[in-house]
Nanobody, 114 residues
Framework: QVQFVESGGGLVQPGGSLRLSCAVS????????MAWYRQAPGQARERVAS???????NYADAVKGRFTVSRDNAKNLVYLQMNSLKPDDTAVYYC????????WGQGTQVTVAS
C-alpha cells in the first residue's frame, strides 16, 4: 500500500508562486512515475505533470513553462513549483502514480485570486 500527503497550497494572487509537496510512504519502490493532478469544482481530475524516478518529466499544455515537477527519491518527496499562477489554476492538487491507482490523499487547495 502507498499513501500520499499533499501540502503547500494556499491563496495567492495572479502571477504569484507556490510550491507544493507530496510525501510518499509505503511501498514507494513500486512507483516509477509520480504525477501531480488537479481537480477544479465541477470538473474532472486532470494530470498536470509527471516525473520518472530518473527525472524525466512531462507537463500538460496548460501549465508548460510555468510549473516544474521534481522529486527527492531519498526522502520520498515530490514537489510542484508553480509560477505565474492564473485563476484557472485554482483547484485541489493531488499526487499519485501515473495511473492514479493508489488511494488518493486529501489534496491541497490552491486558490488564485486577487
Amino acid at each position: 500500500q502507498v499513501q500520499f500527503v499533499e501540502s503547500g497550497g494556499g491563496l495567492v494572487q495572479p502571477g504569484g508562486s507556490l510550491r507544493l509537496s507530496c510525501a510518499v510512504s509505503g511501498s514507494t519502490s513500486s512507483i516509477a512515475i509520480m504525477a501531480w493532478y488537479r481537480q477544479a469544482p465541477g470538473q474532472a481530475r486532470e494530470r498536470v505533470a509527471s516525473i520518472s524516478n530518473t527525472g524525466g518529466s512531462n507537463y500538460a499544455d496548460a501549465v508548460k513553462g510555468r510549473f516544474t515537477v521534481s522529486r527527492d527519491n531519498a526522502k520520498n518527496l515530490v514537489y510542484l513549483q508553480m509560477n505565474s499562477l492564473k485563476p484557472d489554476d485554482t483547484a485541489v492538487y493531488y499526487c499519485n502514480d501515473l495511473g492514479g491507482k493508489w488511494p488518493w490523499g486529501q489534496g491541497t487547495q490552491v486558490t488564485v485570486a486577487s
